[in-house]
């Protein structure tokens, strides 16, 4: 406390879980005093992800935290293996050579690690409090007001809260979110992966299918559920054992029906959450409190990391001025929107029903097998290596071409001309709904970079 008996510290980071904690360790290594606000003690209720890709593991390299994940039991994992479906060889996807292993590691064993790594640190301080306001001076935030009514300034508040932010409500900043569907995620023992060391993407069912290893001897299952499925335990176990267990190979198949007639298993909602800016003058947001994807693709902790990494370099080179948070702002995007992209539209495509989503989901797998160069760029896209919209669209632009091209010969082969004519202009609509959301979240970003430099000149 100073003088007055208010805390001052350099930055506030607003929650204490995954992308706080690392906030807190990037912030540090900056050489910023960091105060964390989180008043849980233990792991937050409800599934978190588990999985970082190897541009994420790279970083809590950087920021002291990798050896703490890896004495908790952090698995390597490999890259991804993608089935079809339960009687076809899956398309294995490594990360490429360069990028290294990614981590998997149970989600609240992952905080503990952080928790440790930070709380130890000089210049860090973990407080069991919660943020129930900003404090502002002029129309700049300068801290935050906790639950128990003191007031803690700083130069930076950090927005660490989560998908459903509450600081992010307290800075204005709008938001968009879509409910997609719901997750069941059984914890599974023993080596039951159809390939060990990789997560294993299976389709086939009314949701894709995503297991992994989470541990020495452990594997999740995440399970796409649609929303509109019914609701109540008995319910939706019976849902899992007649359109779910069939799709499976050996012995996942049989791991997760006997999981299914045990106890209780964690559920999760899975929003797309989207947000045009996370910037204001003194305040930033990171991690899913600046917006969320699928978890099928797994990018999210990844994503928060990058966050940490970004805002950290800003903040050296600029201190905590407006232009530094506005140069966070921008990067992060660029970023963030490819992440955003790739996640909707594997989703779509591998959930999808109709005759354009099969299609293209034939034409992904086709494109896959046939092609290293297109396992090897939907990989860097996927993982974060490679964080160009561009990129996605164009490795998308050739799917599609795949798929349209094999949706005539299949119907020239089997002589149903009227089938080509009634699946190619829904293959088109699906990929041109894809490619319009990809044209908006690029204008969207051009169009805050456009507005950010116009309020910029004229402050």
């Known amino acids: 406390m100073d003088a007055t008996g208010l805390g001052v510290t350099d930055a506030v980071v607003v929650g204490g879980g995954f992308a706080g904690l690392a906030a807190a360790a990037g912030l540090s290594s900056a050489g910023l005093r960091v105060t964390v606000l989180e008043p849980r003690e233990g792991p937050p209720r409800g599934f978190r992800g588990e999985l970082i890709h190897p541009p994420g593991a790279r970083l809590t390299g950087t920021f002291g935290l990798e050896e703490g994940l890896l004495r908790g039991g952090a698995e390597p994992v490999r890259g991804f293996a993608a089935f079809a479906s339960p009687d076809q060889p899956p398309v294995l996807l490594p990360y490429s050579g360069a990028s290294g292993f990614g981590l998997g590691l149970e989600h609240g064993e992952m905080l503990a690690a952080f928790r440790s790594a930070v709380q130890g640190r000089r210049g860090v301080d973990v407080v069991a409090a919660r943020a129930e306001d900003v404090v502002r001076g002029g129309d700049r935030v300068r801290g935050v007001r906790t639950d128990r009514g003191e007031e803690i300034r700083a130069d930076l508040v950090v927005g660490a809260d989560g998908r459903h932010s509450r600081l992010r409500g ?90 299914l007639e045990g106890g209780p298993f964690a559920g999760a909602a899975n929003h797309a959450i989207s947000t045009e800016s996370c ?78 989503p099969r299609a293209l989901r034939d034409g992904v797998f086709h494109y896959w097998r046939e092609s290293d160069r297109a396992r090897r760029a939907s990989m860097d896209i996927l993982s974060g290596d490679d964080s160009s919209a561009l990129s996605f669209a164009s490795e998308y632009c050739r799917v599609v071409g795949i798929s349209g091209w094999g949706t005539v010969a299949s119907a020239l082969r089997r002589r149903e001309i009227r089938s080509a004519a009634r699946n190619l202009p829904a293959l088109l609509a699906a990929a041109g709904d894809c490619l319009g959301l990809a044209v908006d979240k690029v204008r969207s970003t051009v169009a805050m970079e456009r507005t950010r430099r116009l309020e910029t000149a004229c402050s």
């Open 170 to 259: 307290l800075l204005g900043l709008p938001t968009r979110s879509t409910l997609l569907s719901y997750s069941i995620v059984p914890a599974l023992d023993g080596d039951v992966l159809p390939q060990p060391g990789f997560g294993n993407v299976l389709l086939g069912a009314p949701g894709p299918i995503l297991a992994y290893p989470f541990g020495k001897g452990r594997v999740r299952m995440v399970i796409d559920v649609p929303s509109e499925a019914a609701q109540g335990r008995d319910a939706i176990a019976a849902l899992l054992r007649e359109r779910y267990v069939p799709v499976l190979p050996e012995p996942l198949r049989g791991a997760l029906r006997r999981a």
């Open 279 to 356: 910037a204001v003058p003194g305040a930033v947001l990171v991690g899913d409190a600046g917006g969320c994807s699928h978890p099928l693709t797994a990018t999210g902790m990844t994503a928060a990391l990058h966050d940490v990494k970004t805002l950290a370099d800003c903040l050296r080179a600029g201190g905590a001025t407006d232009a530094a948070l506005l140069s966070y702002e921008k990067r992060r995007y660029r970023f963030v929107r490819a992440r955003e992209l790739f996640s909707q539209a594997l989703y779509d495509v591998f959930r999808g029903d109709g005759p354009g």
